[in-house]
């Protein structure tokens, strides 16, 4: 019986897909700085002469920039070993905190799990994986006081299919977002 991988993170479910076995890392450092310190530059200076509901309908709307990495780590079935794979992305991960645009940020990983098996089994499945990530990246020279392992189980599916295994994901976000 061929035993799955779960991939955790989707914003590159396809090309992790692909690349399953493999060691080439999914992202670059560079793509992760650029990731959090894209600033919010506030809306676009412009000057409307009319009514405030004919405005509103030039004004547009600014893209929402997320705050959240997802991390592309592979586990095997009911593991919180990691992959190659999975070592190969927390490399470039763990080179962009040591740079000098995040070096002095902190960082929470979260772990979360699709809705396959009990609460209590997810939420400590979640918590094994993110703290693996989390010391994984401590063994590559980012300072433990900037990372802290957060698991949430299966309570924040990324799918309206609860059970999907993109909802099989650690991500990584600011502190205090």
């Not at 894209?38 to 705050?67: F, H, M, N, Q």
């Not at 299966?154 to 977002?177: F, H, I, M």
Request: net charge positive.
């Amino acid at each position: 019986m061929f035993r799955s991988k779960l991939i955790l993170g989707v914003s590159a479910c396809l090309l992790a897909t692909a690349a399953w076995g493999q060691s080439k890392p999914a992202y670059t450092a560079a793509d992760i700085e650029r990731h959090f310190s894209a600033k919010d530059l506030g809306a676009a200076r412009s000057l409307c002469i009319g009514v405030e509901s004919e405005c509103a309908k030039t004004a547009g709307s600014r893209p929402k920039i997320s705050s959240g990495f997802d991390l592309i780590v592979n586990f095997d079935y009911n593991s919180d070993t990691l992959t190659e794979g999975a070592k190969a992305n927390l490399d470039e991960f763990a080179k962009a905190l040591r740079g000098a645009s995040l070096d002095h940020s902190s960082f929470m990983v979260e772990g979360h799990t699709d809705a396959k098996g009990g609460e209590g089994f997810n939420m400590e499945l979640s918590a094994r994986r993110a703290q693996a990530v989390v010391h994984y990246l401590e063994e590559r020279g980012v300072e433990a006081s900037r990372l802290q392992a957060k698991a949430f189980g299966k309570s924040r599916p990324r799918t309206k299919d609860p059970s999907a295994p993109e909802n099989r994901r650690v991500e990584a976000r600011l502190q205090g977002e």
